[in-house]
């Protein structure tokens, strides 16, 4: 019965142990007990240069799943316990030396939230009403305003500036505006 377990990885190196593994796999020959290594990403929006760039993110970081062909009564055979555990930057699996398996809708729910990432890349930065940005593109760049709304679907913001002496609300994408930080010395 194939399960699926998080094993637990130093933190910025997923990718490394995802090689690793893989290649302990193939050269073990454990392909039959190790069917699948995932580490679960989600593309995000980014500005650099005043450019939009898509760049990925670990969804779980420090953390990649593992699918095991485990023995009837649901336990990791202990050969693939030992090689996952000895492949450099891992740390264990979730639950110690008694692996606790994700559940099947718990596995369904990661990949779905993946697949919906890859169709419409979120932005990077989220914003909260009453936060203050400063625009970066188009007639007001440049001005300051108020978050008033957000529309995390849509990835817009309601902005309020002052023209002109009076309070107008801005619609804006968020890739067009940016936190504004304060130092202690304002």
């Given at each position: 019965?194939?399960?699926?377990?998080?094993?637990?990885?130093?933190?910025?190196?997923?990718?490394?142990?995802v090689e690793s593994?893989?290649?302990?796999?193939?050269?073990?020959?454990?392909?039959?007990?190790?069917?699948?290594?995932?580490?679960?990403?989600?593309?995000?929006?980014?500005?650099?240069?005043?450019?939009?760039?898509?760049?990925?993110?670990?969804?779980?970081?420090?953390?990649?799943?593992?699918?095991?062909?485990?023995?009837?009564?649901?336990?990791?055979?202990?050969?693939?316990?030992?090689?996952?555990?000895?492949?450099?930057?891992?740390?264990?699996?979730l639950g110690g030396?008694?692996?606790?398996?994700?559940?099947?809708?718990?596995?369904?729910?990661?990949?779905?939230?993946?697949?919906?990432?890859?169709?419409?890349?979120?932005?990077?930065?989220?914003?909260?009403?009453?936060?203050?940005?400063?625009?970066?593109?188009?007639?007001?760049?440049?001005?300051?305003?108020?978050?008033?709304?957000?529309?995390?679907?849509?990835?817009?913001?309601?902005?309020?500036?002052?023209?002109f002496g009076r309070?107008?609300?801005?619609?804006?994408?968020?890739?067009?505006?940016?936190?504004?930080?304060?130092?202690?010395?304002?």
């Amino acid at each position: 019965m194939k399960q699926w377990y998080f094993i637990h990885t130093y933190s910025g190196h997923e990718n490394k142990v995802v090689e690793s593994l893989a290649a302990r796999v193939r050269d073990m020959e454990l392909g039959e007990l190790i069917t699948s290594i995932l580490l679960p990403k989600k593309p995000v929006l980014d500005v650099r240069g005043g450019k939009e760039h898509v760049s990925e993110v670990l969804m779980y970081p420090g953390y990649v799943l593992v699918e095991i062909d485990c023995d009837e009564k649901g336990k990791v055979p202990d050969n693939v316990f030992h090689v996952i555990r000895a492949t450099p930057k891992v740390t264990g699996f979730l639950g110690g030396k008694a692996p606790t398996p994700l559940s099947h809708e718990e596995v369904d729910q990661i990949i779905r939230h993946m697949e919906e990432a890859a169709e419409k890349p979120k932005p990077k930065f989220t914003y909260e009403v009453g936060e203050v940005v400063r625009i970066k593109s188009g007639p007001f760049a440049s001005f300051t305003g108020k978050v008033e709304e957000v529309n995390e679907d849509k990835t817009t913001l309601k902005v309020s500036i002052t023209i002109f002496g009076r309070s107008t609300p801005y619609e804006l994408n968020f890739l067009e505006v940016e936190k504004v930080t304060f130092s202690e010395d304002e």
